[in-house]
């Protein structure tokens, strides 16, 4: 075997102390290391499929695999198999060329099982059990992309494990396209895990814009040959879901009670209901969001888990078995809009608390029981309600067709209604709505901060931001927040604020236009700069979380979904205008919802990709408004901008 000539060394700091002697000592580990395991690395090639997909590039260049049965079974990185490959070589350490055949993907750690066939039992990967991995100890990364003999490598420390909730072993070796699909290696040559560009966020893309940063993650080989049985049969390994949400938004809080369940999923055929805290998953004891989260990602669909919840003084044992895909969720209705909050919640008495009705839909359910604005609900199913977000928590558990019963106050009198729940319509809202708050504080508007179009940069990003703050802005009354993402011909604030004034003062919304690195396209730099704009807005402003509408024009339509995937639960609304995003479906939530509004034309509405992601829409019951368009064009004109805005306004609807 030929000697490594580099060795890539990131753990500066113990060059920094070591002497020759160590530094001697150390590349001979990492040279034996490699020598060891560099027969079960394979360099892989493909040839034809997909070759771009969501914001990333795939396909492009070899790739690398590692051998982990001796029948001839290799694992790699998806990375290069977005679609399968028309033809797939596979080189082995000895230089020798075999085809492969595609045999099934690992959809929840984005990988790949080849097969090939061989005359001889092939080598197979030494294992590092993960019970011996220390936090700390040496790694190399290794891959076998570049022309020659020998695997290319590079050198690092184990970071953590349990990473990308509970899925991969991190490193701070370099982690590239250079060598995904191959293996994580501890100096004994054995193998802790296969490179993969993992994200906690989920996309199967995401992890490449932290490659060769010093953030690179592996999935365990324990993990992998536990499941290579169920996955030579051909069929592939998909994510485990239970039908649970967590009531706080920040998982890391010290706090593991359930939101709503979902409804037809294993966790509400087990009884599992919101409010449950959660105590325990199998042995492990839980105590934040966090845990639950990582104990289910660390399953996959078929997979059992024993869930322990407490219930009052109740201690309830579960036993679950994770699916693979839940029925689409249907968003229950009941017609109606609220008024919103007229003081702090902290300030209100007992006589403000419960939902004031501020509108009733014609034909809905709330219409057909006789509910009438002013109208006040004070319980559903006997359930005190303090405010809209406790309305439709409960509202959330419940499905099109159930039948509620809500204590309703008309002026001094209460009675009970029983009605049964429609489904949320895709019908437009009407072109009049009442004024959803009492008359604005004329003092507190004089003293509104930012009041008109404001520029704004953050630091450590090259993006300017234009926004506009509504005059009627009070901090005790929440606004709107509109991002409105540019298309290819840029952003015009000037043309915006005169388009959406009126709406933002009048219906309470912050309109946002940030201006993309280069003032065209978004780019991996500008989905980080996103989050952090948004956050610099939740933290200035009372931002209305039922009200938070990301706008995309045309080829930002990609950048908006991955936005909200990213930030799910923080929008409410996503409009799309001229082009719907390609190769996506998305799957709501009970306590997550995010409604579609598509304005385009019939040529771009009929268009294949478009066709796609509307049908893929309606078929997971996602609330989708479309609105056809003469000439698409042209920008929004300003009898379109206000149906955009008071599709927005009812965004909030119950």
């Not at 500008?526 to 509408?549: C, G, K, N």
Request: hydrophobic share 40%; proline share 7%.
């Amino acid at each position: 075997m030929n000697v490594i000539p580099a060795i890539t060394i990131v753990a500066a700091a113990f060059f920094a102390q070591a002497t020759p002697k160590d530094d001697e000592a150390l590349q001979s580990a990492v040279r034996a290391a490699v020598e060891k395991a560099a027969p079960v690395i394979v360099r892989i090639e493909t040839i034809g499929g997909l070759e771009s997909g969501q914001n990333a590039t795939f396909g492009q260049g070899p790739t690398t695999g590692l051998i982990v049965d001796a029948e001839g079974y290799v694992v790699s990185s998806a990375f290069n198999f977005a679609e399968k490959p028309d033809t797939i070589l596979v080189r082995l350490a000895d230089g020798s060329r075999k085809s492969a055949k595609f045999i099934a993907v690992d959809k929840a750690r984005s990988l790949v099982l080849l097969k090939i066939e061989s005359d001889k039992p092939l080598p197979v990967a030494e294992v590092a059990p993960q019970k011996e991995l220390r936090v700390g100890q040496w790694t190399v990364a290794a891959g076998r992309t570049f022309d020659g003999e020998a695997p290319n490598i590079s050198l690092g420390i184990l970071s953590a494990t349990d990473r990308v909730w509970g899925k991969a072993l991190q490193t701070d070796a370099a982690v590239s396209p250079n060598n995904y699909g191959g293996p994580l290696l501890d100096l004994q040559g054995r193998v802790l895990g296969v490179l993969a560009p993992l994200s906690p966020d989920g996309n199967e893309a995401a992890g490449l814009e932290w490659y060769d940063s010093g953030v690179g993650f592996a999935v365990p080989l324990e993990t992998i040959l536990k499941k290579l049985p169920q996955w030579k049969k051909g069929k592939d390994l998909l994510p485990g879901v239970v039908g649970i949400s967590m009531k706080s938004k920040n998982v890391f809080t010290e706090d593991s009670t359930l939101g709503p369940t979902r409804p037809q999923s294993p966790a509400s055929a087990a009884d599992i209901r919101a409010g449950d805290r959660v105590v325990q998953i199998d042995d492990r004891k839980i105590t934040r969001s966090a845990d639950v989260k990582e104990e289910l990602g660390r399953r996959y669909a078929g997979d059992e888990m024993r869930i322990t919840v407490a219930r009052g003084e109740e201690r309830l044992e579960k036993n679950i078995s994770l699916v693979a895909k839940l029925p689409p969720y249907e968003f229950p209705y009941v017609g109606l809009l609220p008024m919103r909050d007229e003081e702090p919640r902290e300030k209100a008495d007992a006589n403000t608390s419960g939902v004031t009705i501020r509108f009733v839909f014609a034909n809905s359910p709330a219409a057909q029981a006789g509910l009438k604005p002013g109208d006040v609900l004070l319980s559903f199913n006997g359930q005190a309600l303090k405010d809209r977000a406790a309305t439709a928590g409960k509202l959330a558990e419940r499905s099109p067709g159930d039948s509620v019963k809500l204590l309703v106050r008309s002026g001094p009198a209460e009675r009970e209604v029983s009605l049964k729940l429609g489904a949320l319509p895709n019908d437009p809202p009407p072109q009049s709505l009442p004024p959803s708050r009492k008359t604005l504080n004329d003092e507190a508007s004089k003293q509104s901060p930012n009041a008109g179009m404001t520029k704004l940069k953050i630091a450590e990003f090259s993006n300017e931001a234009s926004f506009y703050s509504p005059i009627t802005y009070e901090s005790a009354k929440p606004c709107g927040l509109v991002l409105w993402l540019h298309g290819t011909d840029g952003v015009k604030p000037d043309d915006l604020l005169k388009q959406w004034r009126g709406s933002c003062d009048s219906l309470g919304l912050i309109l946002v236009a940030p201006k993309s690195s280069d003032g065209k396209k978004w780019t991996s730099s500008d989905r980080q700069y996103l989050p952090r704009l948004l956050a610099h807005f939740s933290a200035q402003f009372e931002i209305d979380p039922a009200r938070t509408v990301v706008v995309a024009d045309g080829a930002a339509s990609q950048t908006a979904l991955a936005l909200a995937a990213q930030l799910r639960g923080m929008f409410q609304g996503l409009a799309i205008l001229r082009a719907a995003p390609s190769k996506f479906t998305f799957e709501n939530e009970p306590s997550r919802r995010l409604c579609f509004y598509v304005a385009a034309s019939d040529k771009e509405l009929l268009s294949k990709s478009n066709k796609k992601t509307l049908d893929d829409l309606k078929k997971e019951q996602v609330p989708l408004q479309v609105v056809k368009r003469n000439d698409a064009s042209t920008p929004l004109a300003d009898d379109e901008i206000e149906a955009l805005a008071q599709w927005i306004d009812a965004l909030d609807r119950l």
